[in-house]
Nanobody
Framework: VQLQASGGGLVQAGGSLRLSCAAS????????MGWFRQAPGKEREIVAA????????YYADSVKGRCTISRDNAKNTMYLQMNSLKPEDTAVYYC??????????????????WGQGTQVTVSS
């Protein structure tokens, strides 16, 4: 079972990036999934989460209105579209999935599967 995050990079403030998280080894169509980030010297924090159906989403206040989380269960892939990026968005971004059938709101405490992380750097 593997989650592969990609799409990070170096972008100027105000720019956009689209992160992808491709799952392999099993289907995650019944699992809530989400994106976390960890900046140097800071604790890991949740950025956004999405229910197994895609019908319910959650965003941290720091990214609300600038990011959109989505998923394509047919492709076993989750996305995070990030717009109007700020230097404070600089971090390693990780994708994660919870146990099958669990609510997206349990993800911060109960994430079971983790991707390897992708670096996002926003220059001022």
């Amino acid at each position: 079972v593997q989650l592969q995050a990609s799409g990070g990079g170096l972008v100027q403030a105000g720019g956009s990036l689209r992160l992808s998280c491709a799952a392999s080894g099993r289907t995650f169509s019944t699992n809530a999934m989400g994106w976390f980030r960890q900046a140097p010297g800071k604790e890991r924090e949740i950025v956004a989460a999405i229910s197994w159906s895609g019908g319910t989403t959650y965003y941290a206040d720091s990214v609300k209105g600038r990011c959109t989380i989505s998923r394509d269960n047919a492709k076993n892939t989750m996305y995070l579209q990030m717009n109007s990026l700020k230097p404070e968005d600089t971090a390693v971004y990780y994708c994660a999935a919870g146990a099958s059938g669990r609510s997206l709101y349990t993800l911060p405490d109960e994430a079971r599967y983790w991707g390897q992380g992708t670096q996002v750097t926003v220059s001022s």
